[in-house]
């Protein structure tokens, strides 16, 4: 489909651009041209279906670089607890219970819920399993991801064949919709070889299938201050630095890396960050939730390493909604830096587009409204009392904008959500699942039958 | 008007209680029953119009204690900025040259944005103006609140005219909808003398006005580490102490003072808001944004204080969202403290609701949902991606839901949102006055006339 945007204020993420009046022109899934409406009405006036975003603000759509999707099915199962009790005696039994048709139901429902918000591209760590799996649940919303498979020491052998499996079948596919990636879980849970066992079927997979677009690396790094003690408890392995440095020594770390949380850094990891190209995710809600602590972010920016923004899990948010992330990063590392000018709309606006686009290596494609990109653009309805008055958009979407004034979402040209109607998919249908799904969850966690 | 809420889940705020199918019978203003669905339909059959929770959550409205609901004319007109220079060189520039009907069209605004989020009472501190002014937008809108004159050192005579205006016309007003304030606005721009002979027109002003509802004391409280020194600078008193110490060295302290911000405590301090019942306001998102600290929360409740929630003013927030309130307090001091078990779901609604009645010493007649209490009561739609499934209702309430899910709001018995449309007040025009207003705020900044 041709479409044109028109009567909008773009903002663009270049360089701080915003376009007044202006208008996007997008043939089948990419952007075509992009300026002022009274030039781009008259370049494309046939053929064009006309998108009207008069008074509205036009921006690419969110990317969202930590999530595991399938979780949404746990969200409230279990709150304030402390991390360990939350994570034994909670989360992990009720997950040993979850089906291929559960992941499939619970990433489906984070599906709807990112793309109803206005994120148009997740990168998810989750099980892999064959018959129904993230990826199809993304792509059958008409949601952009990059769908993993985690691995751990205790299961390399299926490790090995499920991440060849959702290579070969998801990476790359539906129009470029969705990627795939390679997912230690973290650097103590994954044995030194077997993580650069995991870099050469990276390499491997990338040789086969990576031509157009890379398979990257996702993996826990530093969530918590005591990964150094449960490293040398797993594997008796003394780290002499801060865990980047580990994961350096072993040869793993390169621009493919996206490293989620990045919470418990030396000086020393965050150069290594930067030399390496290393990525960052920064998930603000799940690490005060999890009281996980306070992820040094403006150290990081400040030496030039890519920060990008994720939700992490609905157990540890308990929402998909990056608006909330936005405000919350912005907020958080002034306060507890007593810095004000830390931080800034645009940054923080930029870590939620286009340095997001860049975490997953896919800056080519996504994170700006620019000619040659594909058209993943969202459309905010500004007519809400919280928006008024305007004087700087920007800072409207960072500190007062909701994810529930988006209107319209397009993805890889496609508008998959309407004034707030999600097209693809029945959203009635799948808060009716996720939730007779719960209920089977919670019976079987009863009689303990997996 | 007589009416019944049936179908719902009552969330009443009293010790944890939640009645599934439950209901509730109000007549005129006032809650008559609290039950089950099939009791109340039963007792009240005829002439109680009927209002369907089915699947919704149905709880007592928000309570926000700290705002300066004018102050939404200037909602991102600067950000980001060091705190002296944003005061110095954006904001008080602007507001000197607010208008009585600025600050009218603001205050409406911020009634408009609260109700819409389901926000049934605030209590705001600004300056009062006898032509129009906030009491009178938040009556206009049909809002609970209370409405203060803020008191500097340097208007003493002005402050007093305007506080016996404010009282005589507006205490206890428009059927209970209406309380006033005192409002000291800081022991560092509110010389000691001034301090006692606000607490002495207080006593004053409640023989007069105050037998049924208390005329209250609203005032800023150590919202940062530098108060002392503003003291010293400002009067050339040396504290010994705190600055709740120093307050209670003058004698103005009691159970009917709300202390808003409460960052930079003294333990002490803390000791001596209990003895004297003082309750706290506490803005996270404000004292975040400008970067003011991180108040000693947990401790406060520890003590046993009343602690409850506000957001501050949309310049430093930039919202009215008590959801968003909520979520960033429940994370934020797990985050801080690291601790996962501070600031449980349950305790922060309560301090959104009960305790926030409380703090205004309102808590007779509103902050549950209780026989005998005014009706202020919101219902909450939970068929959402974000609330799905359902594990615990409060749990979803504070980490999960929006204020873009409130469908229905009444106070004072008086239905003011239906399916989240304000019946009071016409949205469209309150914005595009605001919008105007703003445009004219520009013009005068720019000329600088007044």
């Not at 985690?150 to 290579?167: G, P, Q, T």
């Not at 004000?340 to 940054?347: F, V």
């Not at 896919?362 to 309805?381: F, L, P, Q, T």
Request: net charge neutral; charged share 25%.
């Amino acid at each position: 489909m041709n479409s044109i945007i028109l009567n909008g204020t773009i903002i663009t993420m270049l360089e701080n651009q915003v376009i007044r009046d202006g208008a996007v022109a997008i043939e089948n899934n990419t952007i075509i041209d992009v300026g002022k409406t009274s030039e781009i009405k008259r370049k494309y006036s046939h053929g064009y279906e006309k998108i009207d975003a008069k008074g509205k603000i036009v921006l690419p759509g969110l990317v969202n670089t930590h999530q595991h999707a399938a979780m949404s099915l746990l969200r409230g199962y279990a709150d304030d607890l402390p991390l360990q009790e939350w994570l034994e005696k909670w989360i992990w039994p009720i997950e040993g219970h979850m089906t291929a048709s559960d992941i499939y139901a619970g990433a489906l429902l984070t599906a709807a819920e990112s793309i109803i918000g206005g994120t148009t591209t997740v990168n998810t760590m989750y099980h892999y399993t064959a018959e129904e799996n993230e990826a199809k649940a993304f792509a059958d919303a008409g949601l952009r991801g990059v769908v993993g498979h985690v691995c751990f020491s205790w299961r390399k052998k299926d490790d090995r064949k499920a991440l060849e499996d959702l290579a070969k079948n998801w990476h790359n596919q539906k129009n470029g919709l969705i990627r795939v990636s390679i997912d230690p879980h973290a650097p103590y849970t994954v044995d030194p070889d077997y993580m650069k066992e995991l870099k050469e079927i990276q390499t491997e997979l990338n040789n086969k299938y990576g031509e157009k677009a890379p398979i990257i690396w996702h993996i826990h790094v530093a969530e918590t201050s005591d990964e150094p003690e449960k490293i040398k408890k797993a594997f008796n392995v003394q780290l002499k630095g801060g865990i980047i440095e580990y994961l350096d020594s072993l040869g793993v770390l390169d621009k493919n890396v996206i490293a989620a949380h990045c919470v418990a850094l030396t000086e020393k990891d965050i150069v290594t960050m930067k030399s390496r190209n290393v990525k960052a995710s920064h998930n603000p809600i799940s690490n005060l939730k999890l009281a996980s602590g306070i992820s040094p972010v403006p150290k990081m920016l400040e030496q030039g390493v890519t920060v990008s923004l994720g939700t992490d899990s609905p157990c540890s948010n308990n929402t998909a909604d990056m608006f909330e992330v936005m405000k919350t990063a912005a907020l958080l590392h002034k306060g507890v830096n007593r810095n004000p000018t830390l931080m800034a709309a645009q940054k923080v606006l930029s870590m939620a587009t286009l340095d997001g686009a860049k975490a997953l290596s896919w800056e080519k494609e996504i994170g700006s409204i620019e000619v040659g990109k594909k058209a993943d653009i969202i459309i905010v309805n500004f007519a809400k009392p919280h928006l008024c008055p305007v004087y700087n958009e920007v800072s409207h979407l960072v500190y007062a904008a909701k994810s529930a004034d988006v209107e319209t979402v397009m993805i890889n040209g496609e508008i998959v959500m309407e004034n707030r109607k999600l097209k693809k998919i029945d959203l009635e249908k799948v808060m009716e699942t996720a939730e007779k799904a719960k209920n089977r969850l919670l019976e079987r966690i009863k009689s303990n039958i997996k």
